[in-house]
Each structure stands twice: as structure tokens, then as C-alpha cells.
């Protein structure tokens, strides 16, 4: 009998619909407002500060397994600068090839074949398919518009006793829900008494919009069982670079590092120490990134409500969510695939990071990490959607 050449645990996961939308914006000369990355590159002094580790022999070959003590050395710092986490570089901190690779090490980690893992839908997109891998099964808590809130009443109700581990994404990719302190010390409370493990995706924690971002680990009781991630790609502009980690208690750490050393090893070795230094820069480049993305998403915002899509509220990300019904449109797939021949700009629709297609089926997902020239031209030519 002839097998199916895909593992089949991966049939549904098939090309992803980045892979499919970048090519079409490539082929239509699109302006990509699909995938979430910049199109300016960070600070040219962090950019020198690579080109000189290569040229100094720094990270050209394999790196030690944890990441450079740099790097290690300036996340700690980070975490206790930023939120007052105090983290020992030495066993607590674990650099990854980008936070994709954490929250895969963490999920094969720390998860058996048949656990559940409770993470908010609409999910980013490789959380579906690592759990699927480590032969888990994700179990959705539904982020509904127009707020996205979490009910956490329901959260509670979805444990069983085959959940394992609370998969958070704070802010949150694609709705820019940001968890509040309320939310995340309530979070905090139903893992305590349920006894879980918490993964958190806090790879947007610098970019929030006139809200804090609280840390899962920096409550009462989660620093020993809260596995925390993020990545310099989203703050700093160099998301090619993949350069990620994780902190957490020694226990955790080494669980993570287990299954990390099987994926990649180790990797990025140059930008390593360009991280380091990234991370160390002053408040001002925090808050003036942030800054500038807020007035981003407020100019995307404003142009795709005056076009006359139903925009929803982001306090966070590169992301702006948005309804278009209002446009006479019925289905998010069908218009974002239609979309670069009709506008000749290119947006994800959310019903892709959704189990519950119907929840997301008229919500289209725009990326305003642009610059502002390029956000302007693709509104204007958005704007062939305005109706009468
Ligand atoms: C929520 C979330 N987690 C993780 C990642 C991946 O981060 P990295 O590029 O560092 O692997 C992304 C990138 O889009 C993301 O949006």
C-alpha cells in the first residue's frame, strides 16, 4: 500500500498563505501589507555592529548551545530594566533562531502526544502546526470582535485534565489585543490553581499603543512556570536576522534548550551580537519606534474606515484587523486572493488563523509596519473599494 508522502500530521497545514500572498504581491507589483515586516531596516549602528562581528571572526562559527554571554548577558538586563525580572544569564536565559524556533523547542518540550494546549484563537499561525507536531491538540479560547477580550470564565471552563500549558500571546498577532493587568493577573490565577505550565509570545512587547504590556512572568507565582519568549525581530526592525530567547527558571530552560538543540542547534551567530547591543539601546529608541508605529496605525486605520471598512481597535503589533462587510463583501479569503488584481495591495485574511472559520470569515488582517509613503499609495489605491 502506497503511504501519503506528508506526515499526516501536517496535511493541513500545507503552503501557508504568506508564501502564497508574497508571491502574488511579487507577481502583481503589490505593495505587501500581508506579512509583518518592516521595509525600512533597523538602526544602521546595531546593522555595523553585526558587519563587524563578522569581520572580527564573532559568531562565524557555531555558537555556544545557550547563545553568545553577550546576548544572554543584555536580555537579562533587558528583563530587569524593562519589568524588574531578575534572570541569570548563565541558566535562565536561552537564545533561539528566532521566536519561531522557542515556541517550537517549548511545545516539543513540554508537551506530550495527546495534551491540550489552550492558546487564544485567532492563532499565530505556527502555534496550530508545532502543537500538531508534538502530536498535542490546541484548543482555542475564541478572541471576539470588535474587542477581541479574552473570557476568561471560559478559559477556565476549556481545562481538562489532559491540559498541559496556557500558550499566551500578549500583544496579540492578528487582532493587536493587548492583555491587561486585570486579564493577565486572572491568567495568572487559573494556572496556579489548575497547576499549568504558561508559554508566553511576548514578541511584541515593545510595540503597544498608549497601554502597558505586562509580562505573564512578572506576576505572583508565574516566574517558576511561565516559559517567556521573544525576539529582537519586531522591536529592533531586523526580522530576517531570527534571532530569539527564552527566559525562565534553570528547570524550564534546560527543557527547552533539550529540544532546541535538535532543531537548529544553535544559529544567527553574527547577529547575536548585534542583538545584544540592540537591546541596550536607550529608552528614546524604544518609545520613538513605538511612537512612530502608533501614527502608522492611526493613518492606516483612519484611511480604511474612510474607504469604508469596519476598523478594529489595536493597542499592539504591526496589525490592524478589519470587517468588510461594510464593503458589500462576504468572505475574507475570496477578497484578500481578488485583491492584488482589483488594488494591486496585498492583505491576509483572518479566517487562516482561525479553527472557527466562521469567526473570522469577513476580517482581513493589514500590516501597517510601512512607511508612511507607502501606507499613503496603498490607500489611494484601496480607495477603487469605495463604494458609490
Ligand atoms: C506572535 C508572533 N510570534 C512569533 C513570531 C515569529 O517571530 P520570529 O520572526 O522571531 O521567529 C511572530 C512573527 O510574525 C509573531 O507574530
Known amino acids: 500500500m502506497k503511504r501519503p508522502l506528508l506526515n499526516q500530521r501536517l496535511v493541513p497545514f500545507g503552503t501557508t498563505i504568506f508564501t502564497e500572498m508574497s508571491a502574488r504581491a511579487i507577481a502583481t507589483q503589490s505593495i505587501n501589507l500581508g506579512q509583518g515586516f518592516p521595509d525600512t531596516d533597523g538602526p544602521r549602528g546595531v546593522a555595523q555592529r553585526a558587519m563587524d562581528a563578522i569581520e572580527r571572526g564573532e559568531g562565524n562559527q557555531y555558537t555556544p548551545l545557550p547563545g553568545v554571554p553577550p546576548l544572554r548577558q543584555a536580555v537579562a538586563r533587558h528583563q530587569q530594566r524593562f519589568y524588574g525580572l531578575s534572570y541569570d544569564p548563565d541558566t535562565e536565559v536561552l537564545v533561539t533562531v528566532g521566536a519561531t524556533e522557542a515556541i517550537a523547542s517549548a511545545i516539543f518540550a513540554l508537551t506530550e502526544p495527546g495534551d491540550e494546549v489552550i492558546a487564544f484563537e485567532p492563532f499565530y499561525d505556527s502555534y496550530a502546526a508545532t502543537i500538531a507536531m508534538a502530536g498535542a491538540t490546541r484548543v482555542g479560547l475564541t478572541l471576539r470582535a470588535p474587542g477581541f477580550r479574552p473570557d476568561l470564565a471560559r478559559l477556565e471552563s476549556l481545562i481538562t485534565d489532559r491540559t498541559r500549558l496556557l500558550l499566551i500571546n500578549t500583544p496579540h498577532n492578528p487582532t493587536g489585543m493587548v492583555l491587561t493587568a486585570a486579564e493577565t493577573s486572572e491568567i495568572a490565577r487559573i494556572a496556579i490553581e489548575h497547576d499549568l505550565l504558561v508559554v508566553t509570545d511576548e514578541v511584541y512587547e515593545h510595540l503597544t499603543y498608549d497601554v502597558p504590556h505586562v509580562p505573564m ?33 534553570p528547570e524550564l530552560v534546560t527543557a527547552v534548550r533539550t529540544a532546541k538543540q535538535f532543531l537548529t542547534f544553535v544559529g544567527s551567530g553574527p547577529f547575536q551580537f548585534a542583538m545584544a547591543d540592540a537591546l541596550d539601546l536607550p529608552d528614546e529608541y524604544y518609545a520613538g519606534f513605538a511612537a512612530d508605529l502608533k501614527a502608522k496605525r492611526d493613518l492606516l486605520s483612519e484611511g480604511l474606515r474612510d ?72 490607500l489611494s489605491r484601496l480607495s477603487v473599494l469605495k463604494k458609490g
Open 217 to 249: 512572568a512578572g506576576l505572583p507565582g508565574m516566574r517558576e512556570r511561565t516559559v517567556t519568549i521573544s525576539s529582537g525581530g519586531k522591536a529592533f526592525g531586523f526580522t530576517g536576522w531570527k534571532v530569539g530567547w527564552v527566559t525562565g527558571t
Open 307 to 378: 474607504i469604508g471598512f469596519e476598523v478594529y481597535p489595536s493597542d499592539g503589533t504591526y496589525f490592524v484587523t478589519t470587517d468588510i462587510t461594510p464593503l458589500g463583501e462576504t468572505d475574507g479569503t475570496e477578497f484578500c486572493l481578488g485583491l492584488p488584481e482589483r488594488a494591486r495591495v496585498v492583505a491576509i485574511p483572518s479566517a487562516v488563523f482561525y479553527d472557527d472559520k466562521e469567526a473570522g470569515r469577513t476580517q482581513v488582517r493589514f500590516a501597517f509596519c510601512k512607511r508612511t509613503e507607502v501606507l499613503h499609495e496603498a
